[in-house]
């Protein structure tokens, strides 16, 4: 009986412990993403430029809606946020930018911004850009998870995948 505890406990701690470990993973932007990793401006050999505005129907979306790149490319995202109101942009696995909705909305009230190095907040009018490698081929997200926007229009695929010749 006392055997069996003691592998019950040992199994709890582990688990704590890989959860803890997957929580800090997410927020320490060193960490390399399975996407790929930051990179320099400088590095990059492609620039793609997002634009994130509402529309007059009231949807709030990005153009373009789909992007594309090849595994390894470092490319430069100049993002423009030329709508009325703040938006950002970051992108990540599905199943993070799903995990960093239900974070933002349930800390909207604190005004929580995203400050890592797949992710960038612009305020109406602005402008700003971030660099990043990719390495492993898939499909991706990229979205706006300022509360409400995602469910407004703000997200889409991101999908890294050699060039057919
Ligand atoms: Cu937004």
Same mark, same amino acid.
């Given at each position: 009986?006392?055997?069996?505890? !003691?592998?019950?406990?040992?199994?709890?701690?582990?688990? !704590? +412990?890989? %959860?803890? *470990?997957?929580?800090?993973?997410?927020?320490?932007? +060193?960490? =390399?993403?399975?996407?790929?990793?930051?990179?320099?401006?400088?590095? +990059?050999?492609?620039?793609?430029?997002?634009?994130?505005?509402?529309?007059?129907?009231?949807?709030?979306?990005? *153009? /373009?809606?789909?992007?594309? #790149?090849?595994?390894?490319?470092?490319?430069?995202? %100049?993002?423009?946020? #030329?709508?009325?109101?703040?938006?950002?942009?970051?992108? &990540?696995? /599905?199943?993070?930018?799903? =995990?960093?909705?239900?974070?933002?909305?349930?800390?909207?009230?604190?005004?929580?911004?995203? &400050?890592?190095?797949? %992710?960038?907040?612009?305020?109406?009018?602005?402008?700003?850009?971030? %660099?990043?490698? @990719? !390495?492993?081929?898939?499909? @991706?997200? @990229?979205?706006?998870?300022?509360?409400?926007?995602?469910?407004?229009?703000?997200?889409?695929?991101? #999908?890294?995948?050699?060039?057919?010749?």
């Amino acid at each position: 009986m006392r055997r069996l505890l !003691t592998i019950a406990m040992s199994v709890v701690f582990a688990t !704590t +412990a890989l %959860a803890q *470990e997957m929580h800090e993973g997410k927020h320490d932007s +060193a960490t =390399a993403h399975s996407m790929g990793k930051s990179a320099s401006l400088e590095a +990059a050999t492609r620039t793609i430029e997002v634009s994130m505005l509402e529309t007059e129907d009231g949807r709030m979306v990005f *153009e /373009p809606g789909l992007i594309e #790149v090849q595994p390894g490319e470092t490319v430069r995202f %100049a993002i423009s946020n #030329v709508g009325l109101i703040e938006h950002e942009f970051v992108f &990540d696995t /599905p199943a993070e930018i799903i =995990a960093h909705k239900d974070e933002m909305m349930m800390d909207a009230a604190h005004d929580m911004a995203h &400050d890592s190095d797949n %992710a960038i907040t612009l305020q109406p009018g602005e402008d700003g850009e971030l %660099a990043w490698t @990719f !390495t492993d081929a898939g499909v @991706f997200e @990229f979205a706006c998870l300022i509360p409400g926007h995602y469910e407004a229009g703000m997200f889409g695929p991101l #999908v890294v995948r050699p060039t057919m010749m």
